[in-house]
Protein backbone atom coordinates (compact mmCIF):
# COMPACT_ATOMS: atom_id res chain seq x y z
CA UNK A 1 0.00 0.00 0.00
CA UNK A 2 1.43 3.26 -0.77
CA UNK A 3 1.02 6.58 1.02
CA UNK A 4 -1.41 8.73 0.03
CA UNK A 5 -0.62 12.17 -2.61
CA UNK A 6 0.68 14.53 -0.26
CA UNK A 7 -1.88 16.88 -1.53
CA UNK A 8 -4.69 15.20 0.02
CA UNK A 9 -4.74 16.78 3.25
CA UNK A 10 -4.72 14.74 6.89
CA UNK A 11 -5.92 15.75 10.15
CA UNK A 12 -3.97 15.19 13.48
CA UNK A 13 -6.42 12.21 14.53
CA UNK A 14 -5.72 10.48 10.96
CA UNK A 15 -2.27 10.45 11.22
CA UNK A 16 -1.89 7.39 13.45
CA UNK A 17 -3.93 5.42 11.06
CA UNK A 18 -1.77 7.08 8.04
CA UNK A 19 1.59 6.20 9.25
CA UNK A 20 0.70 2.46 10.51
CA UNK A 21 -0.57 1.89 6.74
CA UNK A 22 2.97 2.41 5.63
CA UNK A 23 4.77 0.41 8.13
CA UNK A 24 2.68 -2.72 8.29
CA UNK A 25 3.33 -3.12 4.65
CA UNK A 26 4.17 -6.82 4.02
CA UNK A 27 7.81 -6.30 3.01
CA UNK A 28 8.20 -4.37 6.54
CA UNK A 29 6.43 -6.90 8.78
CA UNK A 30 9.45 -8.19 10.37
CA UNK A 31 10.74 -4.73 10.99
CA UNK A 32 11.43 -2.88 13.96
CA UNK A 33 10.26 0.52 13.99
CA UNK A 34 10.59 3.47 16.38
CA UNK A 35 8.39 6.52 15.70
CA UNK A 36 7.66 9.76 17.65
CA UNK A 37 6.52 12.66 16.05
CA UNK A 38 5.82 15.65 18.22
CA UNK A 39 4.36 19.19 17.75
CA UNK A 40 7.45 21.70 18.43
CA UNK A 41 7.10 24.24 21.34
CA UNK A 42 9.71 25.37 23.79
CA UNK A 43 7.65 24.23 26.69
CA UNK A 44 7.31 20.45 27.15
CA UNK A 45 3.95 21.28 28.51
CA UNK A 46 2.92 22.62 25.35
CA UNK A 47 4.04 19.87 23.28
CA UNK A 48 1.86 17.34 22.00
CA UNK A 49 2.82 13.62 20.80
CA UNK A 50 0.66 12.83 17.34
CA UNK A 51 2.46 9.68 16.95
CA UNK A 52 4.51 7.60 18.86
CA UNK A 53 5.63 3.74 18.39
CA UNK A 54 8.24 2.10 20.81
CA UNK A 55 9.61 5.39 21.07
CA UNK A 56 11.19 5.03 24.62
CA UNK A 57 12.99 1.83 23.51
CA UNK A 58 16.34 1.57 22.42
CA UNK A 59 17.44 1.49 18.08
CA UNK A 60 20.95 1.95 16.43
CA UNK A 61 20.41 5.51 15.57
CA UNK A 62 23.16 5.46 12.95
CA UNK A 63 24.47 9.02 11.87
CA UNK A 64 21.19 10.50 13.54
CA UNK A 65 23.72 10.44 17.01
CA UNK A 66 25.30 13.12 15.32
CA UNK A 67 22.26 14.87 16.64
CA UNK A 68 23.76 14.24 20.32
CA UNK A 69 26.80 14.83 19.78
CA UNK A 70 26.65 18.54 17.58
CA UNK A 71 23.60 19.54 20.52
CA UNK A 72 26.22 19.05 23.14
CA UNK A 73 29.31 20.62 21.46
CA UNK A 74 27.27 23.50 20.40
CA UNK A 75 25.94 23.84 24.31
CA UNK A 76 29.23 23.25 25.80
CA UNK A 77 31.53 24.82 23.70
CA UNK A 78 29.66 27.62 22.07
CA UNK A 79 29.47 28.36 18.33
CA UNK A 80 32.64 30.26 17.53
CA UNK A 81 34.90 28.29 19.30
CA UNK A 82 37.59 27.33 17.09
CA UNK A 83 40.67 24.80 17.27
CA UNK A 84 43.87 25.91 17.92
CA UNK A 85 47.06 23.97 16.33
CA UNK A 86 50.42 25.67 17.68
CA UNK A 87 54.02 25.34 17.21
CA UNK A 88 56.04 26.12 19.77
CA UNK A 89 59.79 26.86 19.45
CA UNK A 90 61.94 25.78 22.10
CA UNK A 91 65.91 26.87 23.08
CA UNK A 92 67.65 24.06 24.76
CA UNK A 93 71.19 23.29 25.04
CA UNK A 94 71.66 25.45 21.99
CA UNK A 95 69.46 23.52 20.21
CA UNK A 96 66.42 24.77 18.14
CA UNK A 97 63.33 22.81 18.81
CA UNK A 98 59.93 22.76 17.13
CA UNK A 99 57.39 21.44 19.05
CA UNK A 100 53.66 21.27 16.64
CA UNK A 101 51.06 20.88 18.88
CA UNK A 102 47.82 19.19 17.51
CA UNK A 103 44.45 20.11 18.89
CA UNK A 104 42.13 17.48 17.02
CA UNK A 105 41.28 20.06 14.34
CA UNK A 106 39.60 17.98 11.66
CA UNK A 107 39.70 20.48 9.26
CA UNK A 108 43.28 20.96 8.85
CA UNK A 109 44.78 20.71 5.45
CA UNK A 110 48.13 20.50 3.81
CA UNK A 111 47.50 24.18 3.05
CA UNK A 112 47.29 24.92 6.56
CA UNK A 113 50.46 23.26 7.09
CA UNK A 114 52.41 25.94 4.31
CA UNK A 115 50.84 28.84 6.32
CA UNK A 116 52.30 27.09 9.60
CA UNK A 117 55.90 27.03 7.96
CA UNK A 118 55.43 30.25 6.59
CA UNK A 119 54.68 31.68 10.01
CA UNK A 120 58.11 29.96 11.34
CA UNK A 121 59.94 31.27 8.45
CA UNK A 122 58.79 34.84 9.18
CA UNK A 123 59.84 34.31 12.42
CA UNK A 124 63.82 34.28 11.64
CA UNK A 125 64.40 30.37 12.55
CA UNK A 126 66.09 28.80 9.41
CA UNK A 127 67.61 25.98 10.82
CA UNK A 128 65.33 23.52 13.36
CA UNK A 129 67.94 20.72 15.14
CA UNK A 130 64.49 18.39 16.74
CA UNK A 131 61.19 18.58 14.65
CA UNK A 132 58.54 17.40 17.29
CA UNK A 133 55.18 16.53 16.68
CA UNK A 134 52.74 16.38 19.76
CA UNK A 135 49.88 14.05 19.42
CA UNK A 136 48.79 13.86 22.95
CA UNK A 137 45.99 16.06 23.34
CA UNK A 138 43.27 13.41 22.93
CA UNK A 139 43.86 10.34 24.89
CA UNK A 140 43.18 6.85 24.19
CA UNK A 141 43.01 4.70 21.30
CA UNK A 142 42.67 6.55 18.12
CA UNK A 143 40.83 3.69 16.55
CA UNK A 144 37.76 2.95 17.79
CA UNK A 145 37.60 -0.28 19.79
CA UNK A 146 34.18 -1.23 18.56
CA UNK A 147 33.97 -0.06 14.96
CA UNK A 148 33.22 -2.83 12.29
CA UNK A 149 36.66 -4.05 10.57
CA UNK A 150 35.81 -2.56 6.70
CA UNK A 151 35.02 0.48 8.28
CA UNK A 152 38.26 1.32 9.67
CA UNK A 153 39.96 0.34 6.39
CA UNK A 154 37.67 3.49 4.72
CA UNK A 155 37.83 7.17 4.90
CA UNK A 156 34.83 7.38 6.59
CA UNK A 157 36.20 5.34 9.66
CA UNK A 158 39.50 6.85 9.62
CA UNK A 159 41.12 7.04 13.29
CA UNK A 160 41.05 10.25 15.42
CA UNK A 161 44.17 11.54 16.92
CA UNK A 162 45.01 14.83 17.88
CA UNK A 163 47.48 15.69 14.14
CA UNK A 164 44.92 15.18 11.99
CA UNK A 165 46.17 16.18 8.40
CA UNK A 166 43.39 15.86 5.08
CA UNK A 167 41.06 14.04 7.34
CA UNK A 168 43.50 11.30 7.69
CA UNK A 169 42.67 9.67 4.77
CA UNK A 170 43.42 9.60 0.84
CA UNK A 171 41.08 9.59 -1.64
CA UNK A 172 40.40 7.77 -5.05
CA UNK A 173 38.57 7.46 -7.90
CA UNK A 174 38.17 4.36 -9.72
CA UNK A 175 37.19 4.74 -13.77
CA UNK A 176 35.91 2.23 -16.58
CA UNK A 177 38.01 1.29 -18.92
CA UNK A 178 37.15 -1.14 -22.40
CA UNK A 179 34.91 -4.05 -21.47
CA UNK A 180 37.11 -6.82 -19.63
CA UNK A 181 40.11 -4.36 -18.09
CA UNK A 182 40.23 -3.53 -14.98
CA UNK A 183 39.37 -0.31 -13.44
CA UNK A 184 41.54 2.25 -13.29
CA UNK A 185 42.68 3.77 -9.99
CA UNK A 186 43.53 7.25 -9.95
CA UNK A 187 44.78 8.55 -6.62
CA UNK A 188 43.49 12.75 -5.43
CA UNK A 189 46.92 13.28 -4.42
CA UNK A 190 49.71 11.75 -6.21
CA UNK A 191 52.21 12.04 -3.49
CA UNK A 192 49.78 10.53 -0.48
CA UNK A 193 49.71 7.73 -2.75
CA UNK A 194 53.60 7.05 -2.87
CA UNK A 195 54.39 3.78 -1.28
CA UNK A 196 51.14 2.21 -1.81
CA UNK A 197 50.49 -1.77 -3.85
CA UNK A 198 47.78 -2.03 -5.34
CA UNK A 199 45.87 -5.15 -5.71
CA UNK A 200 43.19 -5.18 -8.26
CA UNK A 201 40.61 -7.55 -8.99
CA UNK A 202 38.07 -5.09 -10.24
CA UNK A 203 36.78 -5.41 -13.69
CA UNK A 204 34.71 -2.90 -16.38
CA UNK A 205 31.56 -4.83 -17.07
CA UNK A 206 29.06 -4.00 -20.24
CA UNK A 207 26.07 -1.57 -20.05
CA UNK A 208 23.27 -4.34 -18.76
CA UNK A 209 25.78 -5.97 -15.66
CA UNK A 210 25.21 -4.65 -12.09
CA UNK A 211 27.28 -2.25 -10.65
CA UNK A 212 29.43 -2.34 -7.18
CA UNK A 213 32.63 -1.79 -5.85
CA UNK A 214 34.31 -2.30 -2.59
CA UNK A 215 37.66 -0.57 -1.70
CA UNK A 216 39.75 -1.52 1.45
CA UNK A 217 43.42 -1.66 2.61
CA UNK A 218 45.62 -3.79 5.07
CA UNK A 219 46.07 -2.78 8.18
CA UNK A 220 49.68 -2.94 8.38
CA UNK A 221 51.15 -2.52 5.39
CA UNK A 222 49.96 0.40 2.80
CA UNK A 223 48.19 -2.05 0.16
CA UNK A 224 44.83 -1.12 -1.14
CA UNK A 225 42.53 -3.53 -2.87
CA UNK A 226 40.01 -2.94 -5.39
CA UNK A 227 37.38 -5.62 -6.19
CA UNK A 228 34.40 -5.14 -7.80
CA UNK A 229 33.15 -3.83 -11.24
CA UNK A 230 31.55 -0.80 -13.21
CA UNK A 231 29.86 -0.47 -16.55
CA UNK A 232 31.70 0.35 -19.55
CA UNK A 233 31.18 4.52 -20.37
CA UNK A 234 29.63 5.01 -16.76
CA UNK A 235 30.58 7.64 -14.51
CA UNK A 236 34.01 7.08 -11.97
CA UNK A 237 33.45 5.93 -8.71
CA UNK A 238 34.83 7.46 -5.34
CA UNK A 239 36.31 6.32 -2.53
CA UNK A 240 38.89 6.91 0.20
CA UNK A 241 41.17 4.57 2.11
CA UNK A 242 42.02 5.46 6.37
CA UNK A 243 45.46 6.85 7.10
CA UNK A 244 46.78 4.65 10.30
CA UNK A 245 49.77 6.49 10.63
CA UNK A 246 48.36 9.93 10.93
CA UNK A 247 51.06 11.75 13.22
CA UNK A 248 53.70 9.80 10.92
CA UNK A 249 52.03 10.90 7.94
CA UNK A 250 51.48 14.93 9.75
CA UNK A 251 55.14 15.06 10.76
CA UNK A 252 56.29 13.76 7.31
CA UNK A 253 54.05 16.67 5.42
CA UNK A 254 54.85 19.34 8.33
CA UNK A 255 58.99 18.62 7.81
CA UNK A 256 58.27 19.06 3.94
CA UNK A 257 56.41 22.19 4.23
CA UNK A 258 59.50 23.43 6.69
CA UNK A 259 62.09 22.83 4.12
CA UNK A 260 60.25 24.30 1.15
CA UNK A 261 60.36 27.45 3.48
CA UNK A 262 64.04 27.24 3.13
CA UNK A 263 63.55 25.51 6.87
CA UNK A 264 66.63 22.80 7.25
CA UNK A 265 65.65 20.63 9.82
CA UNK A 266 67.92 17.95 11.28
CA UNK A 267 65.72 15.38 13.00
CA UNK A 268 61.93 15.33 13.20
CA UNK A 269 60.27 12.50 15.54
CA UNK A 270 56.71 12.38 17.23
CA UNK A 271 57.25 13.61 21.08
CA UNK A 272 56.45 11.20 22.93
CA UNK A 273 58.30 11.79 26.37
CA UNK A 274 59.46 15.70 26.07
CA UNK A 275 57.78 18.06 28.22
CA UNK A 276 58.00 20.94 27.17
CA UNK A 277 59.55 23.93 29.25
CA UNK A 278 59.94 27.75 28.71
CA UNK A 279 58.42 27.54 24.99
CA UNK A 280 57.38 30.74 22.54
CA UNK A 281 54.27 30.22 20.03
CA UNK A 282 56.23 31.20 16.83
CA UNK A 283 52.74 29.74 14.66
CA UNK A 284 49.76 28.73 15.08
CA UNK A 285 46.26 28.07 12.57
CA UNK A 286 42.92 28.08 13.63
CA UNK A 287 39.95 25.55 12.82
CA UNK A 288 36.95 27.53 11.21
CA UNK A 289 33.62 28.25 14.28
CA UNK A 290 32.27 25.15 15.71
CA UNK A 291 29.01 26.30 14.10
CA UNK A 292 30.80 25.92 10.40
CA UNK A 293 32.29 22.35 11.66
CA UNK A 294 29.36 21.02 13.17
CA UNK A 295 27.87 22.10 9.47
CA UNK A 296 29.82 19.80 7.98
CA UNK A 297 29.15 17.18 10.45
CA UNK A 298 25.42 17.35 10.11
CA UNK A 299 25.16 18.18 6.25
CA UNK A 300 27.59 15.86 5.21
CA UNK A 301 27.57 13.41 8.26
CA UNK A 302 30.87 13.74 8.64
CA UNK A 303 32.17 10.54 11.34
CA UNK A 304 36.05 12.14 11.83
CA UNK A 305 34.11 15.60 12.33
CA UNK A 306 32.03 14.24 14.67
CA UNK A 307 34.52 12.48 16.85
CA UNK A 308 37.07 15.02 16.90
CA UNK A 309 34.34 17.74 18.13
CA UNK A 310 33.27 14.63 20.86
CA UNK A 311 36.84 14.52 22.07
CA UNK A 312 37.46 18.00 22.42
CA UNK A 313 34.43 17.81 25.08
CA UNK A 314 36.43 15.22 26.12
CA UNK A 315 40.02 17.41 27.02
CA UNK A 316 38.11 20.80 28.85
CA UNK A 317 39.87 19.76 32.05
CA UNK A 318 42.60 17.70 30.63
CA UNK A 319 42.07 14.70 32.37
CA UNK A 320 43.88 11.67 32.28
CA UNK A 321 40.94 9.14 31.01
CA UNK A 322 40.43 8.71 27.54
CA UNK A 323 39.01 11.41 25.75
CA UNK A 324 36.32 9.88 24.16
CA UNK A 325 34.84 8.17 27.68
CA UNK A 326 35.10 11.70 29.00
CA UNK A 327 33.52 13.62 26.05
CA UNK A 328 30.54 10.70 26.44
CA UNK A 329 30.31 11.55 30.05
CA UNK A 330 30.29 15.62 29.46
CA UNK A 331 27.64 15.58 26.43
CA UNK A 332 25.39 13.18 28.95
CA UNK A 333 25.89 16.13 31.51
CA UNK A 334 25.11 18.27 29.07
CA UNK A 335 22.04 17.13 27.36
CA UNK A 336 20.57 16.53 31.13
CA UNK A 337 20.75 19.73 31.62
CA UNK A 338 18.83 19.94 28.47
CA UNK A 339 16.27 17.57 29.33
CA UNK A 340 16.93 15.19 27.47
CA UNK A 341 16.46 11.92 29.52
CA UNK A 342 19.81 10.09 30.36
CA UNK A 343 18.36 6.81 29.95
CA UNK A 344 17.21 7.71 26.66
CA UNK A 345 20.45 6.69 24.63
CA UNK A 346 23.73 4.59 25.27
CA UNK A 347 26.24 6.03 23.09
CA UNK A 348 29.55 4.98 22.07
CA UNK A 349 30.72 7.28 19.71
CA UNK A 350 30.09 10.49 18.61
CA UNK A 351 29.09 9.88 15.05
CA UNK A 352 26.73 6.61 15.26
CA UNK A 353 28.91 4.23 13.12
CA UNK A 354 29.30 2.21 15.96
CA UNK A 355 27.01 -0.70 16.04
CA UNK A 356 27.08 -0.48 19.80
CA UNK A 357 25.83 3.18 19.84
CA UNK A 358 22.22 2.96 21.01
CA UNK A 359 19.01 6.06 21.22
CA UNK A 360 15.34 5.99 21.37
CA UNK A 361 13.49 7.98 19.50
CA UNK A 362 12.39 9.95 22.37
CA UNK A 363 15.99 10.99 23.50
CA UNK A 364 16.51 11.87 19.58
CA UNK A 365 13.46 14.43 19.86
CA UNK A 366 14.15 15.56 22.82
CA UNK A 367 17.09 16.79 21.77
CA UNK A 368 15.55 18.72 19.05
CA UNK A 369 12.97 20.16 20.95
CA UNK A 370 15.66 22.07 23.54
CA UNK A 371 17.88 23.19 20.55
CA UNK A 372 15.10 24.17 17.88
CA UNK A 373 16.05 27.90 18.84
CA UNK A 374 19.58 27.63 18.20
CA UNK A 375 20.32 29.00 14.81
CA UNK A 376 23.57 27.36 14.53
CA UNK A 377 22.10 24.15 15.08
CA UNK A 378 19.21 24.52 12.82
CA UNK A 379 21.31 25.78 10.00
CA UNK A 380 23.40 22.98 10.43
CA UNK A 381 20.40 20.30 9.31
CA UNK A 382 20.18 19.17 5.90
CA UNK A 383 17.60 20.17 3.62
CA UNK A 384 15.96 19.19 0.25
CA UNK A 385 17.65 22.82 -0.76
CA UNK A 386 20.72 22.26 0.52
CA UNK A 387 23.62 20.22 -1.10
CA UNK A 388 23.66 17.99 1.91
CA UNK A 389 22.68 14.59 2.35
CA UNK A 390 18.76 15.51 1.86
CA UNK A 391 18.96 16.24 -1.67
CA UNK A 392 16.94 14.69 -4.13
CA UNK A 393 14.64 13.99 -1.56
CA UNK A 394 10.92 14.78 -1.08
CA UNK A 395 11.18 16.92 -4.38
CA UNK A 396 7.36 16.09 -4.80
CA UNK A 397 6.56 18.01 -1.17
CA UNK A 398 4.90 21.78 -1.63
CA UNK A 399 7.64 24.49 -2.07
CA UNK A 400 5.79 26.07 1.27
CA UNK A 401 6.91 23.07 2.95
CA UNK A 402 10.05 22.63 4.66
CA UNK A 403 12.27 19.43 6.11
CA UNK A 404 15.20 19.97 7.85
CA UNK A 405 16.45 16.21 9.07
CA UNK A 406 19.57 14.24 10.01
CA UNK A 407 19.16 10.92 7.96
CA UNK A 408 21.51 7.58 9.16
CA UNK A 409 22.02 4.64 6.88
CA UNK A 410 23.36 1.48 7.33
CA UNK A 411 23.06 -2.10 6.51
CA UNK A 412 19.57 -3.06 7.83
CA UNK A 413 19.18 0.83 9.85
CA UNK A 414 17.94 3.71 8.16
CA UNK A 415 16.45 7.04 10.20
CA UNK A 416 15.78 10.19 9.87
CA UNK A 417 15.00 12.83 12.63
CA UNK A 418 14.50 16.84 12.36
CA UNK A 419 12.00 19.34 12.26
CA UNK A 420 8.91 19.64 9.77
CA UNK A 421 7.52 22.31 8.84
CA UNK A 422 4.17 23.26 6.56
CA UNK A 423 1.73 26.15 6.46
CA UNK A 424 -1.40 24.57 7.35
CA UNK A 425 -0.20 23.15 10.48
CA UNK A 426 2.18 23.41 13.70
CA UNK A 427 6.04 23.01 13.21
CA UNK A 428 6.76 19.22 14.10
CA UNK A 429 9.94 17.03 15.50
CA UNK A 430 9.73 13.71 14.55
CA UNK A 431 12.23 10.95 14.59
CA UNK A 432 11.99 7.88 12.75
CA UNK A 433 14.33 4.53 12.95
CA UNK A 434 14.14 1.04 10.90
CA UNK A 435 15.99 -1.55 12.37
CA UNK A 436 16.36 -5.44 12.00
CA UNK A 437 15.53 -5.40 8.27
CA UNK A 438 17.18 -7.60 5.49
CA UNK A 439 15.47 -5.44 2.67
CA UNK A 440 18.02 -2.87 0.87
CA UNK A 441 18.45 0.54 1.68
CA UNK A 442 16.60 2.19 -0.78
CA UNK A 443 13.47 0.79 0.11
CA UNK A 444 13.86 1.22 3.52
CA UNK A 445 14.44 4.65 3.09
CA UNK A 446 11.71 4.73 0.75
CA UNK A 447 9.46 4.08 3.41
CA UNK A 448 10.92 6.72 5.85
CA UNK A 449 10.03 9.45 3.22
CA UNK A 450 6.84 8.34 2.51
CA UNK A 451 6.36 8.66 6.29
CA UNK A 452 7.56 12.61 6.25
CA UNK A 453 5.28 12.81 3.33
CA UNK A 454 2.09 11.65 5.25
CA UNK A 455 3.28 13.73 7.96
CA UNK A 456 3.53 16.54 5.44
CA UNK A 457 0.11 16.72 4.85
CA UNK A 458 -1.42 17.55 8.38
CA UNK A 459 -3.51 20.94 8.71
CA UNK A 460 -5.61 22.03 11.59
CA UNK A 461 -8.88 20.62 11.81
Not at 276 to 291: N, T, Y
Not at 304 to 323: F, K, M, Q, W
Not at 335 to 363: F, I
Request: glycine letters at 6%; one cysteine or more.
Amino acid sequence: MMAQPVSQRLCSAGLGAAIEAIIDRPSLARAHWGILVQTLAAAPSARRTLYARSAQQYFIPASTAKLLTTAAALQTLGPQFRIRTSVYRMDLADQVILRVVGRGDPSLSRKDLQELAHQVQQQGIRQVDRLLADDRYFRGDPIHPNWEWEDIQSGYGAPVNSLILNQNAIGLELFPQAVGQPLQVKWEDAEAAIGWTIENTSITVGPSEPEFVEVGRDVRRPILRVRGQLRVGSAPDSAAVAVLDPAEVFLKQFQKALVAQQIQVRQASLDRTVEPGKQQEVGAIESPPLMALIQEINQTSNNLYAEAILRTLGTVDNPEDSSLSIGLQRMKTTLTRLGVNPSGYDLADGSGLSRHSLASPEALVQTLQAMASVSAYRASLPTTATAGSLQRRFEDLPVQTIVQAKPGTMTGVVALAGYLSNPDFQPLAFSLIVNQSPLPVRELRQAIDDLVKVMARLQSC
